[in-house]
């Protein structure tokens, strides 16, 4: 009998352990930047809430005890001298615990109750169960014994400051079991008639389905590809709240949210095996559009943010995507995202010009994704050549659509605006060998030493010859050993960790090797996706990296950066015949 394959091995520290739908994780990472000693059960409804502490426990003093953790997708470990503790998701709102030769403290994690913070613990006699509810989440926490011995329960209906948890120690066969789930007020008591183990399997086999969903083409020259199918799996969550479809969050660390141009990579990388969900990623955001057409600048279990927006990006996405769909998208759905594109770009088209100017423009570096890049230093209100060419494409996916919709006027017309904006770039913003940016309010111009600054090669095959020449020099200049670095190396704006002053971002590295690779610079687009995927190999998944050491930045267990690893290799893996 063949052994069922367990998946990878991961580090908790670097990436949660959850599953595909639950709202919540098993990590030490606890807030942004800031680990804890022991794994909590970590929420993402209504923010980032660490609720429950996991402590595993001597079972001959009851003191905590030094312990390694193991980690797979479908089984996490606390491993000590003589015992262990393993966890396993049942469902994405259940996961059950089984110890053998070692206790376990579940404890709230904050020791503080007000009348509106912290959490409340109790004994629910209908449920036969320990309940903790968090004023953070809005959610109940319920515990049920399935076996084993009940030490201790300090802190039941205590108010203000304390200790709150229970302790469970082994029965005289050295083995206990509970069942913690996240609920809203009540459910029937827990019951469950499969062993721990089938529980196990279950969750192995649900990740392995997706993994070859995703990256069937995987192999050993790809080896970070099923890492990174686990970070997209976990990082999924049901319905909930005002996320309206089954989404991709960046992460379930801190960057707990839908981004709206963030969502577009992870749903081109799901298109060929999971069709639908990768349609609900490209969709969610425009779920939320406004009355002006833009889209809001993220979304999230509680909050739609609209203080900011995102790149329209949207156009070369949809164009992408409907080319690896599996099945191309019938009338009706080309109908209503033509609509959705057509509001999206009119709000760049009338609420983003400035009278009289050919060209639209950002009020601030969060509009363009790249927030402190050095091309917003000298004014913020700027057209940017990014964001012409993204609209470019936008304009042309239009043009695309209306074909497809049978409607010639509006064919012409988008084809039209197309042409316009490129040539409203071109005569604005190219100066001699390199794109500069224009303040709106000034009409003063400057270059900087910007990655964004090259961003129009997206445009590929509709630029002419020596601007995409000219820009790929340029880029050469930016690619280190691990990949493109958004500031020059050599700039004195460059910091090694200055969010888009200077680390390797999986967004910048997608979006330029496919424009060099559709304007014929082929060879340069094979070696940028070199260095990103042994990057990824080396690194993980990390929001972005050091362009100097290759080092992980930031919120390390990032969707964006897997599902760029995954669009790469599967690309690598195709041209190599694979």
């Known amino acids: 009998m063949t052994a069922a394959r ?18 919540f994780d098993i990590s030490p990472v606890v807030a942004e930047k800031t680990y804890a000693e022991d794994l909590h059960l970590v929420s993402h409804q209504n923010g980032m809430h660490a609720v429950l502490r996991l402590v595993p426990l001597d079972p001959a003093t009851g003191d905590r005890t ?12 606390w491993i000590g001298t003589g ?9 994405p709102d259940t996961v ?11 404890e709230a994690a904050a020791r503080t109750l007000t009348p509106f913070s912290g959490t409340y613990f109790f004994r629910d006699p209908a449920a036969d169960a320990h309940v903790f509810t968090s004023y953070e989440t809005g959610r109940r926490y319920r515990v049920t014994v399935l076996s084993g011995t009940v030490a201790g329960t300090p802190g039941t209906q205590i108010l203000g400051g304390g200790h709150r948890g229970l302790t469970l120690t082994a029965e005289t066969d050295g083995h206990w079991e509970i069942a913690i789930e996240e609920l809203d007020t009540a459910r029937p008591p827990y019951a469950s008639p499969v062993p721990f183990d089938a529980v196990t399997e279950a969750a192995r086999a649900r990740f392995a389905d997706f993994a070859d969903q995703v990256a069937p083409w995987r192999s050993s020259a790809t080896p970070a590809a099923e890492l990174a199918a686990y970070v997209l799996w976990s990082a999924t969550v049901r319905p909930t709240g005002l996320v309206t479809r089954p989404a991709v ?3 379930k660390h801190w960057m707990d949210k839908v981004w709206s141009w963030d969502h577009c990579f992870n749903a081109l990388a799901l298109a060929p095996g999971c069709p639908d969900l990768a349609l609900d990623q490209f969709a969610l ?26 790149p329209p990006v949207h156009g070369w996405t949809f164009g992408h995507l409907r080319r690896r769909l599996p099945t191309p998208p019938g009338p009706a759905e080309l109908a209503e995202t033509y609509d959705r594109l057509r509001r999206w770009t009119g709000f760049w088209l009338t609420a983003r010009r400035a009278p009289g100017s050919d060209l639209p423009h950002y009020q601030h570096g969060n509009d363009s994704g790249w927030d402190n890049a050095t091309t917003f230093d000298p004014e913020r209100v700027i057209e940017s050549a990014d964001l012409a060419a993204f609209l470019v494409l936008q304009l042309h996916e239009l043009a695309h659509l209306a074909q497809a919709l049978e409607m010639p006027d509006e064919v012409r017309r988008w084809t039209r605006a197309a042409e316009e904006t490129q040539a409203a770039l071109l005569d604005r913003l190219w100066a001699t060998d390199r794109f500069v940016a224009r303040g709106v309010e000034t009409g003063a111009t400057w270059g900087s030493s910007s ?4 961003m129009p090669v997206v445009l590929g095959e509709h630029l002419p010859g020596h601007v ?37 971002w999986a967004p910048a590295t997608v979006l330029i090797e496919d424009g060099l690779r559709r304007a014929g610079h082929e060879r340069l687009a094979d070696d940028i996706s070199a260095r990103f995927r042994a990057l990824c190999e080396t690194h993980g998944f990390a929001e972005n990296f050091d362009a100097l050491t290759g080092t992980g930045l930031r919120d390390r267990a990032y969707t964006w950066t897997a599902s760029s690893y995954l669009l790469l290799a599967e690309a690598h893996a195709h041209r190599d015949g694979r």
């Open 6 to 23: 367990s998946g990878p091995a991961f580090s908790v520290h670097d990436i949660p352990f959850s599953t595909h739908g639950s709202w």
């Open 66 to 77: 030094d312990v390694r953790v193991e980690a797979t997708p479908g089984l996490l470990s």
């Open 83 to 91: 015992g262990r503790i393993d966890l396993s998701y049942e469902s």
């Open 96 to 106: 059950r615990l089984r110890g053998s030769r070692l206790g376990i403290g579940v």
């Open 249 to 251: 969050l960046m992460s």
């Open 285 to 310: 955001p425009f779920d939320h559009q406004d009355d002006s057409g833009a889209l809001p600048d993220s979304v999230t279990h509680s909050e739609v943010l609209y203080n900011f927006v995102k």
């Open 451 to 454: 990655l964004l600054d090259l």
């Open 468 to 504: 995409s020449s000219a820009l790929a020099d340029h880029i050469k200049a930016h690619l280190t050993p691990y990949g493109l670095a958004t500031e020059l190396p050599t700039s004195p704006h460059y910091l090694a960790d200055g969010y888009w002053r200077g680390p390797i």
